[in-house]
């Protein structure tokens, strides 16, 4: 998993609330379980004019040039800008493995649904909540400046404007420790790997019979 400390991100503001993990990814798309393939179809019935399965070429397919994704000026977003009870509805891992596969980095909304706010830290994705009245200005301000980027900075746990304004957000000590070093919960288990071979090694000696 990759690391996350700070970054400067342009922003891409997604003004509806509610979104459901089938509108981040459809439910065609589940396949698969590797993480990675899935930015290509982020938000695809939105984002296309055709119904999307899977294997088409997304490259010649009809874009919807009313869908925020698609417009020239957020193209490269890393930050992504919505609304309250973001990722509502059924706990797929694919919602957040498609949004950190489109380039995704973090998420600024009022409130995200539990499971997949929970589901986003395990894969290198920062879910931030801010009060509704914050997450206004923001967009009020995106939509004002084109190339609108925020700093975020893990350590600091601050969100700052170009203005200068800061906002803090609030992250467990795990949640971030984990997010700083890049560790899934895989990673987080391979970092007691000399523990664990020890342990093994002690207890065959102990039970040898249950080696056999």
């Known amino acids: 998993m990759k690391p996350f400390t700070q970054i400067n991100g342009l922003v891409c503001p997604l003004d509806r609330a509610n979104v459901d993990t089938d509108a981040i990814i459809p439910k065609q798309f589940l396949k698969s379980i590797k993480r990675s393939g899935f930015g290509p179809n982020l938000f695809d019935e939105w984002r296309y004019l055709d119904h999307g ?39 797929r891992e694919h919602a957040p493995w498609a ?14 649904a539990d499971i997949f706010f929970n589901n986003c830290f395990k894969n290198g994705l920062l879910p931030i909540v801010q009060p509704a009245e914050v997450v206004d200005q923001l967009f009020s301000e995106a939509a004002q400046s084109e190339g609108y980027r925020l700093s975020i900075d893990l350590q600091a746990q601050t969100v700052t404007t170009p203005s200068g304004q800061s906002f803090p957000f609030e992250i467990t000590a795990h949640r971030k420790h984990c997010l700083l070093n890049g560790l899934d919960e895989i990673g987080l288990t391979l970092a007691h790997a000399d523990e664990i071979r020890a342990f093994e090694a002690a207890h065959q000696q102990r039970q040898p019979w249950l080696f056999v």
């Not at 997304?58 to 869908?67: A, L, Q």
């Not at 949004?99 to 995200?112: K, M």
Request: glycine share 10%; charged share 25%; with cysteine.
């Open 53 to 91: 399965e899977p294997g088409m070429d997304n490259s010649v397919r009809p874009t919807n040039p009313d869908f925020v994704l698609n417009f020239p000026r957020f193209r490269g977003a890393e930050v992504l800008l919505a609304r309250e009870n973001f990722g509502c509805g059924s706990s």
């Open 99 to 112: 949004i950190e596969d489109y380039g995704f980095r973090a998420l600024i909304a009022p409130s995200f």
